[in-house]
Nanobody, 125 residues
Framework: QVQLVESGGGLVQAGGSLRLSCAAS?????????MGWFRQAPGKEREFVAA????????SLADSVKGRFTISRDNAKKTMYLQMNSLKPEDTAVYYC?????????????????WGQGTQVTVSS
């Protein structure tokens, strides 16, 4: 089993920045883990935001966040990050960290086996 804990959410004004972190624990050392971020706004489906490969060398970003968000990971610290700049009110959502055994980037919900509890991000206008 793998446990994921998100942190770094909060309230920020439009145009501001936040950095989310996702710390992994449990059986993380026995397999390569692909990781990603998803978000869910009230009344909407959970949607893909960003993903990073095991090595960190390949990333994928949703069109809505390209140029504003950056995903990265530090395998020594077993932590993934999402740097969010130029935040907009439409970025308001609960952000979830996800992981699965994979060497490559995974971009759909069904590909992930492990999920965190989520962290709230609220962007005021």
């Amino acid at each position: 089993q793998v446990q994921l804990v998100e942190s770094g959410g909060g309230l920020v004004q439009a145009g501001g920045s936040l950095r989310l972190s996702c710390a992994a624990s449990g059986r993380t050392s026995s397999s390569a883990m692909g990781m990603g971020w998803f978000r869910q706004a009230p009344g909407k489906e959970r949607e893909f935001v960003a993903a990073v490969s095991w090595s960190g060398g390949t990333t994928s970003l949703a069109d809505s966040v390209k140029g504003r968000f950056t995903i990265s990971r530090d395998n020594a610290k077993k932590t993934m990050y999402l740097q969010m700049n130029s935040l907009k009110p439409e970025d308001t959502a609960v952000y979830y960290c996800a992981a699965a055994v994979s060497w490559v980037v995974l971009t759909t919900r069904a590909q992930y086996d492990y999920w965190g509890q989520g962290t709230q991000v609220t962007v005021s206008s």
